[in-house]
């Protein structure tokens, strides 16, 4: 117990500064480039934001440890020694490349299949009910919403042996890869006024995703979270060159998914 409470500590400890880090980075920058104009950094669900983040930082990472490290040790002893050995002999920068675009692709499949399945949609749509955008808003999530995507990147990069080296220690390359993945998130939730030109349509960008947070049919667009280009692969991608008149949940007329209060109910 003592070991667990210490534990916790630490994690709550290294979760605040984190959030000290990205509001350094973020306040000033939403203040300088504002897309659009917010008064208050205090503002309307801040709170309930700040509490999603520490919740989200800590439950899911907890909830996936021991499914994740089940079928690392699986993979271990079925994977063929060849195939094993192949990837281990791979430059790291390419072992990354490849980590990186499985877990995007898997993650990119979860997600759109979110906004498709009625049941997963309920978890979901708390992310899609803020109608307004700035960077803590990607803390703004069900946890078991974030459990779910994260496996459908994450099964997929254990399965093909992309998280481990020669002798089935873990590899950094999954939590390099997450780690990339979540910072460049709180990026493009941010309220900043910036376009990137032609990257637009191979990087995610800020207002790729604000177009997947548009409140009309267009919000079934843009599901990737940092590689744009797998959304132009798989016929999502959407974006025109203005940005998103307005900002919440989209019900189509024969859905009867739930609003955020509904979700956080359950």
């Known amino acids: 117990m003592h070991f667990l409470t210490h534990t916790l500590v630490l994690q709550v400890l290294a ?15 939403e ?39 089940v079928l690392a040790e699986l993979v271990h002893k079925v994977q063929p020694l060849v195939m094993r050995d192949f990837i281990a002999s791979l430059p790291v920068w390419l072992r990354f490349i490849l980590a990186l675009l499985v877990l995007e ?24 009910a803020p109608v307004h ?41 999954p939590a390099i890869a997450l780690f990339v993945a979540t910072l460049w998130s709180f990026f493009v939730h941010a309220n900043i006024n910036l376009r990137f030109g032609f990257l637009e349509k191979i990087i995610v960008t800020p207002a790729f995703h604000h177009w997947h947070h548009v409140n009309n049919q267009n919000s079934n667009k843009n599901f990737a979270t940092s590689l744009a280009f797998i959304d132009r ?34």
């Open 105 to 128: 692709t898997g993650s990119y499949w979860g997600h759109r299949i979110s906004h498709s399945n009625r049941f997963l949609w309920r978890f979901h749509a708390m992310h899609h």
């Open 15 to 29: 979760l605040s500064l984190w959030l000290a880090i990205l509001a350094a980075i973020f306040v000033p920058l």
């Open 31 to 69: 203040r300088v480039l504002s897309l659009r104009r917010q008064d208050k950094i205090l503002r309307t669900g801040f709170w309930k934001d700040i509490g999603l983040y520490f919740l989200n930082g800590l439950l899911p990472a907890f909830l996936i440890a021991v499914p994740m490290t």
């Open 233 to 266: 692969i798989f016929g999502s991608y959407h974006l025109p060159k203005d940005w998103p008149p307005a900002y919440g949940l989209y019900e189509e007329p024969r859905s009867s998914r739930g609003t955020e209060n509904q979700v956080l109910a359950k």
């Open 133 to 173: 955008l700035d960077w803590l808003v990607n803390t703004c999530a069900h946890p078991l919403d974030i459990v779910y995507v994260r496996l459908c990147g994450l099964v997929p990069l254990y399965a093909l042996g992309l998280a481990q080296f020669n002798a089935g220690a873990p590899s950094a390359l």
